[in-house]
């Protein structure tokens, strides 16, 4: 067997490395699609409520103002969006205009906490980490062989 260059290591290393990264992006991409899912439905199941009786009561992470409301949540609700989302400081707040005879007649907004990552990110790391210092040490026990 051919032995392998030290150019061929730090190659294959950066093409590892660069995976990784991608794979750690993906899982946070996913859990701030299943927070926006979890909160699509929570305000689904709201504004069926609301068609029912407007007069309910909600907790303090959820609003609903009034028409006349200008943000750039409504604004771009009024421009077209069939919602408007923000994320800031661990937190994701979602608009959704509640219609009454094909009319805007108020906006509702959800804010929720984001659902960490830290830890399948850690053991995704580790994981990650103990295959790359295996797969190292395979190469340089093999590499030393080969002299």
Known sequence: MKKISWKVYISLSLIYLLSCF??????????????QQRITAEANQILQEISTDSSLRFPD??????EKTSN????????????????SQGKLTMTFPINEDGKIRSYLSITETITSTHF????????????????????????????
């Open 61 to 66: 992470n959820i609003v609903i103002q009034p």
């Open 72 to 87: 750039s949540a409504t604004k771009a609700i009024q421009n077209g969006a069939s919602y408007f989302q923000t994320s």
């Open 120 to 147: 399948s990110t850690t053991l995704s790391l580790l994981v990650l980490t103990l295959l790359f210092l295996s797969s190292l040490t395979f190469l340089l026990l093999h590499s030393r062989k080969l002299k």
């Open 22 to 35: 991608g794979l750690i992006n993906l899982i946070g991409q996913n859990s701030l699609k299943l927070d």
